[in-house]
Each structure stands twice: as structure tokens, then as C-alpha cells.
């Protein structure tokens, strides 16, 4: 390839409607359109609120990030779209847009995965990614630890949450306190004013018998609240800038222990921290302290890169063309639990793509199993997307 | 005139292509649940058969509903998003005016589709051609009760035949009907509607109530 491949990118797993343009490892546009204020009254992200502001974000999106990036459509060399996991109608926007631009174009489509997108945006801060990379991606729907050997064919998860993301504990236990939603950048901000020592809160699955790799933010979460209940039935105030503090120091002592942990056992001299909760300063300052001290290469893109964005997919879209990788077909679906071990959904037709060396060839013939909604099984170590829900601690 | 119409309101995932005088091509496919994946292959099928290219199409047609969200949203995204890539127009008519022009029925009739959740979306018509107000979503009880007697075409009426006894087809649009109407519409000067979803209702979330304390009381 004479230059480097210039593709768009759009994103449309949750909340944010995302859409990116990158030459190659270079950032050209990044527009996001976020639907965020209305849904903090819920509390959460609700899905339809999510779809239908998507649908009419999606073509000023695009508008305005070929406009920043003074790009023509007509001069892209590909449309990468996320096609999982995430809200199966919020992704099912960006796929039909993404197949509509591409088909009237005629350019070639690559359905790719959220997870491997947030890890392969750092291509667009710190350059190419080692190989093998390790990734800690932390968001409100995801919490995992993953090794990628090649981003656009081989990503391995190490462990995930087996109950809450991160992101989503943050929410909880923001709301908890009455910081509002999304509740991330809130508890960021009062923990600064207290003590990270102050409560002694549980650090989940860090026990000698637990998974070594493995996330838990549940009992946390819990643990939180009843403290804090138990605070105000005594009838004393909260320190919500102690329990702030302490709930983080408990979030990201076990994101960044596990962390290095993976890296020293599988020889990973680097890591990559992606996802919202990558924008968190304690998550950040601590991870910098341990990679240091265990002398590994900490790799953290700005904030911006770090929660949903379209920049991300097309930076795996880019690395995509560039590796020669098979694009989708034409009646590729939105797939709300697709697994992060397939990074892209290549079609049928002729490729030399080695992501169908994972088995995925598919055909016309079983395009019914990737329905949206549709119940192909996924192996372990696979998280899916939280949605709100009245479950837990609120009803 | 090349008048590329679809339509993902129904169960139908139907596409057509008109010249201005006639469909051309049309394909029409029945599964609810795979819109996403269906549209876009059936689209490039029907310009296939009639041996045009998604270049020469001059005009986008889009079913704007009412009808589930999900499904609606893939037609009109797509509308959309082929509409800012050619650089032509995107019309939008209402899915319910397809069937009524397809009815084959003369005199007053109510067009009814499945709105679930035991509801149906629905409109009256005067004619095939002409629509009495705007689509609304009701229970069929409910509608029964306002159109006594009429008779009534589309899934949801012959879903609920206790309140629509004498139903009849067809159960769902076709984009050749959508495609002829907007064809016969932008030739008499007719406005079309724009291409935004009638959704009918509001996205169906609760304000948590309150919190819930996890210790015992």
C-alpha cells in the first residue's frame, strides 16, 4: 500500500454516536454526539433514549467529522462499524448506516468488535501496539483484562467481571451519594478532597483461592451501601469525599494489581488501559506508580480516546485494511453479545482474512445464529453490556 | 426518475424500485426480526434484477412508520444515510398509507398493524389515496369502538378479530405500493412527508423510584 488507509469509523454501542476518520495511526476527526443528559434522570443509559437519539445523530455525525477531517467520502479506502457488543438497537443504527455509506459508495465494510476497537485507538496516541499488547479496558459495561497478539486477529481474554463493570459501580455508588449520573467523573472529583484510607472497603476476588484475572464490583458496591446506610441510621453525616476516596482505592487497587499481575506472568514488559474509567486520575496515577515500580510501559490514551468514540473503530478499521483483512458482507448483523475473541465479522466471500481462522466463516446458511437478540453462546470470560436495571440496588 | 422506495415499519422487509411510470423491481421478505440484515442485500437484488446501479437512483422513498422502533430505525437510518452519500432526496410516507393504497377497498376503511403490547397502530381512510387525520396507537378494543362497521385491513386488524371481525389483507406494506404512491404524489405536486419516524410513544422508561436500602429494616 502506497499511503496509509483512510477509513471512517462509526460507534454506536451506547450512548455516545461516534464517527471517526483516521489515515493510517493518524487522528483526522473525532465527532461525537453523546445522549448522555438525557438519561441521567434515569440514572442509567435507557436503550430506546439511546436509539432514537442515535438515529437522528448519525448523518450530521458523519457530516461534521468529514467536514473536520477535509476528507471527501468518496476518498475513503474503508467504513469500519462497531457490530459488538453493546445495545442491540443502538448498534443496529450504526451498522445499517455504516452498510448504506458503504454500499452507496462502494467502499469495503468491516464490522468490528467494541473491545478491540478501545484497545487499538492507542495506535493514534503512542503508535503501534507492541505485540502482544496487554489491555485493562474498564468502562460502564465492560471490566476486562485482555492479551492481544494481533489486534485485528488474536485477542485472548485473561478475565472479566463476573458481575458488575467497573463504570457501573461508579454510577451505583455515585447515586448512592446523590453525585448524579454518569457518576465516574463525580466520585472522581470528591475523592480528591478525602481520604483514600479512610474505610477499608473489600477489594473483590482478591482472595488466594479466587481467579487470578477475574473482576468483581458487586459486593463493593454493596459493601458501600451499607456503610453508608449504617452511617445515616446513626444519625451522623457522610463523609462523601472519604467514601469517594476509599470506594475508588478499592476499584482501582484491583484493577491495576490484577493488571501488573498479567503482565509479569505473561511476560508483557507494557499495558494499556482503555475505556471510560481510563479517564478516572486515580485509576491513571496508580497505574503509573505500579507499572513503574514493575517496570512496565504504561499506555493510556487522553481521555477523549478513552470513552466511546468513533476514532476507535476506525483505528481498528485502518489496521484492518492495512493487514489485508477480509471485509464484512452486505447482510452483516448487529450482534449484542458478539465475544471479544472475534474481532471483526468478515463475509463469505474472498479474503485472506485470518480472523476466519477462528471459525467464523459464515455464510448465508447460518446468518440466522447472529440475529440480533439471537442465542449463539459465548465462551467464558466474556462480559456483556449492563443495561439499566431496577435489579440491584434501586428499584 | 429512479424512485428507490423501502419500507422496515412491518415484518416486511420490502424494497421496490419505480421509474416514475412503473415498479421496475421489487422484492418483499417476511421476518421481524432480522430488518438489519435483510435490507440492505434485498436492496442491492432489486437493482440488480432491473439492471440499475445505486448511482442512477434520482429519488429515496422511506416508510416512516408507525411501527415497532427497532425495525422502523434501520429503514430510515438507511434512507438517510444512502440519501447524504448519493446526494439525492429522502421522502418518507407513512407505512399505514402503503397498505391502504394497496387495500383494493373503495369506500371508508380502517388500516390496522400490530403495535404490540396488545395495541395496534391504525388511521382511517376515506379512500384508498386519502387518510382521515394522523396515525394513533390505541387498543383494538378502542378502535373497534370508534370505526364500528368499517372495514379494516393490515396485521393488527386481522389480529384481533373480536374487534376486527371481516378483516382482510394485506397484513403488511409493500414497497410497491409505497413506491407507486410517492411516485404519484411528487408528480402532482404533493408534499411528501420528511424522513423522521412516527413513533407514536414515548420510550417506555421510569424514573427510579427511589433507593432501596440493602440493609435489613
Same mark, same amino acid.
Given at each position: ?101 458503504? =454500499? ?289 440496588? =434501586?428499584? | ?217
Amino acid at each position: 500500500m502506497t499511503s496509509e488507509p483512510l477509513v471512517l469509523g462509526i460507534e454506536t454501542s451506547c450512548d455516545e454516536t461516534g464517527v471517526g476518520i483516521v489515515r493510517g495511526h493518524t487522528l483526522l476527526a473525532d465527532a461525537v454526539a453523546s445522549s448522555v443528559d438525557e438519561h441521567a434522570r434515569f440514572g442509567g443509559v435507557v436503550p430506546e433514549v439511546a436509539s432514537r437519539a442515535h438515529l437522528e445523530a448519525m448523518v450530521p455525525t458523519i457530516q461534521r467529522a468529514l467536514e473536520q477531517a477535509g476528507v471527501k467520502a468518496s476518498d475513503l479506502d474503508g467504513i469500519a462499524v462497531t457490530s459488538g457488543p453493546g445495545l442491540a438497537g443502538a448498534l443496529l443504527v450504526g451498522v445499517a448506516a455504516a452498510k448504506a455509506y458503504a =454500499y452507496a459508495l462502494g467502499k469495503p465494510l468491516y464490522g468490528v468488535n467494541h473491545l478491540a476497537s478501545h484497545i487499538c485507538v492507542d495506535q493514534l496516541e503512542h503508535g503501534a501496539l507492541p505485540e502482544p499488547t496487554m489491555a485493562l479496558l474498564v468502562s460502564g459495561g465492560h471490566s476486562s483484562l485482555l492479551l492481544a497478539p494481533d489486534i485485528t486477529s488474536d485477542v485472548r481474554p485473561l478475565g472479566a467481571t463476573i458481575d458488575d463493570a467497573a463504570g457501573e459501580a461508579f454510577d451505583k455508588v455515585a447515586r448512592l451519594l446523590g453525585l448524579g449520573f454518569p457518576g465516574g467523573p463525580a466520585i472522581d472529583r470528591h475523592a480528591r478532597e478525602g481520604d483514600p484510607t479512610a474505610i477499608g472497603f473489600p477489594r473483590g476476588l482478591t482472595g488466594p483461592r479466587d481467579p487470578v484475572y477475574d473482576f468483581s464490583f458487586s459486593g463493593l458496591k454493596t459493601a458501600v451501601a451499607r456503610w453508608v446506610e449504617a452511617r445515616k441510621r446513626a444519625g451522623e453525616p457522610v463523609p462523601v469525599a472519604d467514601v469517594s476516596a476509599s470506594f475508588q482505592e478499592a476499584v482501582v487497587d484491583v484493577l491495576t494489581r490484577k493488571a501488573v499481575r498479567a503482565c509479569r506472568d505473561n511476560g508483557v514488559d507494557h499495558l494499556m488501559i482503555g475505556g471510560g474509567v481510563a479517564a478516572n486520575s486515580r485509576l491513571r496515577a496508580l497505574a503509573e506508580e505500579r507499572c513503574a515500580a514493575a517496570g512496565i510501559v504504561l499506555r493510556v490514551p487522553r481521555p477523549k480516546l478513552c470513552t466511546d468514540n468513533g476514532a476507535m473503530v476506525a483505528a481498528l478499521g485502518a489496521e484492518m485494511v492495512a493487514r489485508n483483512r477480509a471485509p464484512s458482507a452486505l447482510d452483516l448483523s448487529a450482534d449484542s453479545s458478539l465475544p471479544v475473541t472475534e474481532i471483526s465479522v468478515p463475509g463469505p466471500g474472498p479474503g485472506t482474512g485470518l480472523g476466519r481462522a477462528h471459525g467464523l466463516s459464515q455464510g448465508p446458511e447460518n446468518s440466522h445464529d447472529r440475529q440480533v437478540g439471537g442465542g449463539h453462546r459465548h465462551g467464558p470470560g466474556h462480559d456483556h453490556v449492563h443495561e439499566v436495571s431496577g435489579e440491584n440496588l =434501586y428499584s | 426518475m429512479l424512485l428507490l422506495a423501502f419500507d422496515t415499519a412491518t415484518p416486511a422487509i420490502t424494497v421496490a424500485l419505480h421509474d416514475g411510470v412503473r415498479v421496475l423491481a421489487e422484492s418483499t421478505e417476511v421476518d421481524a426480526r432480522r430488518h438489519g440484515e435483510l435490507l440492505l442485500p434485498a436492496v442491492d437484488r432489486v437493482l440488480a434484477t432491473a439492471g440499475a446501479r445505486i448511482g442512477d437512483v434520482t429519488d429515496l422513498v422511506v416508510g416512516v412508520g408507525p411501527g415497532p422502533y427497532t425495525g422502523l430505525r434501520v429503514g430510515l437510518v438507511t434512507a438517510a444515510a444512502l440519501g447524504d452519500a448519493l446526494g439525492v432526496p429522502t421522502h418518507g410516507v407513512c407505512t399505514l398509507d402503503g397498505i391502504a393504497a394497496a387495500s383494493g377497498l373503495d369506500g371508508p376503511f380502517v388500516v390496522a398493524t400490530d403495535a404490540r403490547r396488545k395495541e395496534v397502530y391504525w388511521a382511517r381512510y376515506q379512500d384508498p389515496f386519502t387518510r382521515e387525520g394522523e396515525p394513533a396507537v390505541d387498543r383494538p378494543a378502542e378502535v373497534a369502538a370508534r370505526v364500528a362497521g368499517l372495514p379494516a385491513v393490515g396485521a393488527g386488524a386481522l389480529l384481533y378479530p373480536e374487534a376486527f371481525p371481516g378483516a382482510a389483507g394485506p397484513e403488511h406494506v409493500s414497497a410497491a405500493a409505497l413506491a407507486s404512491l410517492a411516485a404519484a404524489r411528487l408528480a402532482g405536486g404533493v408534499p411528501l412527508l420528511p424522513p423522521r419516524p412516527l413513533y407514536l410513544r414515548r420510550p417506555d422508561a421510569q424514573v427510579p423510584a427511589g433507593y432501596k436500602a440493602v440493609l435489613p429494616t
